[in-house]
């Protein structure tokens, strides 16, 4: 098998795992995300019968680079906004093979902040810039050498008898 081929297996494997604790249902879609290297694209799904109640995606007429931060940010929002017109106001987050972490993060919390709720407010960690900047760390000790410290000329030498 081939890097590529292991690759995607792998993600395979990582999909499923993720995917068996998330069902969409009506009142509680799924929001998957998905993301290439130059846009990402998220969907409300119903599960259960079979259907996409509402997307959003960085691509299509008149769209910039999708593969930032900030694209994923405003799709987030965009499918909040989706939602509300469809009464939807939770959602049960499903990341995929992907981490959470830098767009899919920012997507997770664009949309909750604009009123779908897929993750939990309580645990999202939003850098604030006018916080004071942590303080430095204190200066570390000095490693003591290993072994004997003493001259080597004044060491006994190996094998020799005291």
């Known amino acids: 098998m081939d890097a590529q081929k292991r690759k995607h297996h792998r993600q395979l494997r990582?999909?499923?795992?993720?995917?068996?604790?998330?069902?969409?249902?009506?009142e509680k879609p799924?929001?998957?995300?998905?993301?290439?290297?130059?846009?990402?694209?998220?969907?409300?799904?119903?599960?259960i019968n079979g259907v996409t109640l509402a997307?959003?995606?960085?691509?299509?007429?008149?769209?910039?680079?999708g593969g930032?931060?900030?694209?994923?940010?405003?799709?987030?929002?965009?499918?909040?906004?989706?939602?509300?017109?469809?009464?939807?106001s939770e959602a049960a987050f499903d990341r995929g093979h992907f981490r959470f972490h830098g767009r899919v993060r920012a997507l997770a919390i664009a949309a909750t902040q604009g009123g779908l709720?897929?993750?939990?407010?309580?645990?999202?960690?939003?850098?604030?810039?006018?916080a004071p900047a942590p303080a430095p760390a204190a200066p570390k000790a000095e490693k003591k050498p290993k072994?004997?410290?003493?001259?080597?000329?004044?060491?006994?030498?190996?094998?020799?008898k005291a």
């Open 55 to 65: 997307a959003a995606s960085s691509a299509g007429k008149g769209a910039v680079y």
């Open 14 to 26: 990582r999909r499923q795992h993720v995917r068996s604790r998330i069902v969409g249902t009506a």
């Open 117 to 130: 709720k897929c993750c939990v407010p309580e645990n999202i960690k939003v850098k604030d810039k006018s």
């Open 30 to 47: 799924r929001l998957s995300v998905f993301r290439s290297s130059k846009h990402i694209y998220a969907q409300l799904i119903d599960d």
């Open 147 to 160: 072994g004997d410290s003493r001259p080597k000329s004044e060491r006994p030498k190996a094998g020799a």
């Open 68 to 88: 930032n931060v900030s694209a994923a940010t405003t799709v987030g929002q965009k499918l909040a906004e989706a939602a509300k017109g469809k009464n939807i």
